[in-house]
T-cell receptor, first 113, second 112 residues
Framework: EPEVTQTPSHQVTQMGQEVILRCVPI?????FYWYRQILGQKVEFLVS????????KSEIFDDQFSVERPDGSNFTLKIRSTKLEDSAMYFC???????????FGNGTRLTVT | KQEVTQIPAALSVPEGENLVLNCSFT??????LQWFRQDPGKGLTSLLL?????REQTSGRLNASLDKSSGRSTLYIAASQPGDSATYLC???????????FGTGTSLTVIP
């Protein structure tokens, strides 16, 4: 069964550094998402992406965050200058249509020291 | 803003027992609801998607119901097994479908 893949599985970075989290969505899906989950808290929406542009973003997704689909398969989340509070599990997801079943990757655990 | 709540936060049952997980949401103007399973340190696996026009959806030992008017959904697990131990999350989409609001989850432990 096709799946969403995310790399790396774990990333450790120092405060102020830039990180890029990578995702390969399911190939025939058109809608892509990033969510995050701080340890012990709810899964929170960050951003959705369709047709090479952001379709919706949350208040968490400030100017420090950006997303890109650099080629036909990858979908990336960049955090320009990481803060301690950015430490979380970051999940990429994709779907065929808005509101249709979401397929999640296994996540990237980001630790900012 | 949509608020999604799940009760109980944690549940421990002996193997073989039938159980019900609850999900409530504040804005009933939803067009579907999804149930997910999350294993420790892993991503979310979609279990069931129930459309607003449906009252129930079944997959194997799982049955999800949806009552939009009361803002509730339940996930029924029959004949629970230790392999069912995980966190179960419900999520509802915004009207655009561009994002989902997640509940805090119910952590289920099935004791052999």
């Amino acid at each position: 069964e096709p799946e969403v893949t995310q790399t790396p599985s774990h990333q450790v970075t120092q405060m102020g550094q830039e990180v890029i989290l990578r995702c390969v969505p399911i190939s025939n899906h058109l809608y892509f998402y990033w969510y995050r989950q701080i340890l012990g808290q709810k899964v929170e929406f960050l951003v959705s992406f369709y047709n090479n542009e952001i379709s919706e973003k949350s208040e968490i997704f400030d100017d420090q965050f950006s997303v890109e689909r650099p080629d036909g398969s990858n979908f990336t989340l960049k955090i320009r200058s990481t803060k301690l509070e950015d430490s979380a599990m970051y999940f990429c997801a994709s779907s065929e249509l808005p509101g249709s079943p979401l397929h999640f990757g296994n996540g990237t655990r980001l630790t900012v020291t | 803003k949509q608020e999604v709540t799940q009760i109980p936060a944690a549940l421990s049952v002996p193997e073989g027992e039938n159980l019900v997980l609850n999900c409530s949401f504040t804005d009933s103007a939803i067009y579907n609801l999804q149930w997910f399973r999350q294993d420790p340190g892993k991503g979310l696996t979609s279990l069931l998607l129930i459309q607003s026009s449906q009252r129930e959806q079944t997959s194997g030992r799982l049955n999800a119901s949806l009552d939009k008017s009361s803002g509730r959904s339940t996930l029924y697990i029959a004949a629970s097994q230790p392999g069912d131990s995980a966190t179960y999350l419900c999520a509802v989409p915004t009207p655009t479908g561009n994002q989902f609001y997640f509940g805090t989850g119910t952590s289920l432990t099935v004791i052999p």
